[in-house]
């Protein structure tokens, strides 16, 4: 009997502006998914008061529902508050493949709105659908005509296809108090939309037993007899024996191959296998070993060793990051133009400087949406990231460090944790 084969989750999350109804949402959406897929029914109230993940030594406050429809298993991620959002965004426990934008058609498009869209569009997480909450309170229908073209013109500012972004009307209060189970209701029917929306938008992510091996250099020994041992954590991926590799970061890349594994990291004997296990994702946070062949060259802590030419080091790249408020174990001080501040990386710990974006948007981040249906965006030239805000920097690092886009990293500054970030584009 062929086994069932089982794709990782979809893990997707709900954006927008607090009290727009992001939360009713993710309570309606679970009701009805519970008619028609496989759903637990959860209540406003218990979202409303979710566990707080500790991700990076930082809390995240979050709620999070399961679900499948159509095949496709999610995870749906809620947050009551926007700090707690971009936290999740730049350091969440997972990755996010999709966000659904919640706006309520009273109040329309806010500076909050604003900067959680450009957050995402950072993070690059498509938005797959908007849902424009809170119709049943407006009777003017050219309001919401509005509205939906303030949304678009939004979109499309940070480069979002405003024509291919569905924008669904309902009120996630009323579905939520309907009591029935009549799925022709009519605040039901967007709910259902949406869920189509995810089914047909939303892109399978790959498994991490796919993907590029990656894995991080934390020891290395010189076995006599044997050779040069490296020893960490595998990230992703499956490593066959003699199959070509790179040991990439701090110098010129490294080409070798793996000769050996070893099962337990204080053994030196070796084994000659085909393929090391293959093991599910949440069981690949363990540490290996693996002989190299080769010689003469310096291989040290900091570095990863990857498949041929899947990742490159680099000095120079954009990122979106959080800095630590003071009660979550920050610095008093805020970051700076030209600041200079240890970036880890894997097992790296490297100096690098900081240079602040000039259009940055520290959470009073506004726009002024003219006659023309345009947004003027206005630029903040406060060279700073306070504790407890989020903004988006340049970096220059001493040495190069093997990373690409999503890639996350640790800020230190003066011996102690300042706050993270993830790589947003490579310079």
């Known amino acids: 009997m062929e086994a069932k084969r089982i794709e990782p989750r979809i893990n997707i999350c709900t954006i927008g502006h607090f009290g727009h ?9 679970t009701k009805v998914l519970a008619m028609i897929g496989r759903a637990e029914v959860r209540s406003y109230e218990s979202l409303q008061n979710p566990h707080e993940r500790w991700e990076s030594g930082m809390p995240i406050a979050m709620a999070q529902v ?39 058609s009273v109040d329309g498009v806010t500076s909050q709105t604003e900067e959680q869209v450009r957050l995402v569009r950072k993070v690059k997480v498509p938005i797959v659908a908007v849902f424009l909450n809170k119709i049943d309170l407006v009777k003017d229908e050219e309001l919401v005509e509005l509205n939906e073209m303030e949304i678009k013109e939004l979109l499309s500012s940070y480069g979002f296809d405003k024509n291919n972004t569905p924008i669904i009307a309902g009120s ?31 892109v399978q992510p790959q ?12 020891d290395v020994f010189n076995i006599e ?25 701090l110098q010129s890349p490294i080409s070798t191959m793996c000769v050996g594994t070893i099962e337990d990291i204080n053994s030196t004997l070796f084994k000659e296998e085909e393929e090391t296990p293959k093991v599910a994702p949440e069981e690949r946070q363990i540490r290996t070993g693996f002989l190299l062949d080769v010689e003469g060259r310096r291989v040290e802590k900091g570095q990863v060793l990857v498949t041929s030419k899947s990742i490159a080091a680099h000095t120079n790249f954009e990122a979106e990051v959080y800095h630590l408020a003071i009660e979550e174990g920050g610095k008093h001080a805020p970051l700076v133009f030209n600041d200079r501040i240890q970036f880890d990386f894997w097992t790296a710990d490297i100096t ?52 690409e886009k999503g890639s996350r990293f640790i800020m230190k500054k003066d011996g102690g944790k300042m706050g993270v970030g993830v790589v947003t584009d490579i310079l």
């Not at 498994?207 to 934390?218: A, R």
């Open 21 to 29: 109804g992001k939360t009713t949402l993710v309570a309606a959406m």
């Open 66 to 104: 399961d679900y499948e429809t159509s095949g496709k298993q999610y995870s749906h991620f809620d947050c009551v508050n926007h700090i707690d959002h971009v936290k999740n965004l730049i350091d969440g426990p997972v990755p996010i493949s999709g966000a659904i934008l919640v706006v309520s």
């Open 172 to 202: 996630a209060k009323k579905s939520l108090e309907y009591r029935g189970n009549n799925l022709n209701y009519d605040y039901w029917q967007p709910i259902l939309q949406l869920t189509m929306e995810l089914t047909s938008r939303v």
């Open 207 to 218: 498994q991490e037993v796919k993907q590029p091996f990656l894995m991080t250099i934390e």
């Open 225 to 249: 007899g044997k050779g040069i041992v490296v020893t960490g954590t595998i990230k992703r991926g499956n490593l066959a024996i003699r199959s070509p590799l790179q040991i990439v970061g």
């Open 352 to 403: 690098g400087k900081v240079s602040l974006s000039e259009d940055k948007e520290i959470n009073s981040s506004s726009f002024l949406f003219d006659q023309t249906f345009s947004f003027r965006k206005r630029k903040s030239l406060v060279g700073i990231i306070p504790p407890g805000q989020n903004g988006s920097i340049t970096v220059d690092l001493e040495k190069p460090v093997a990373m």
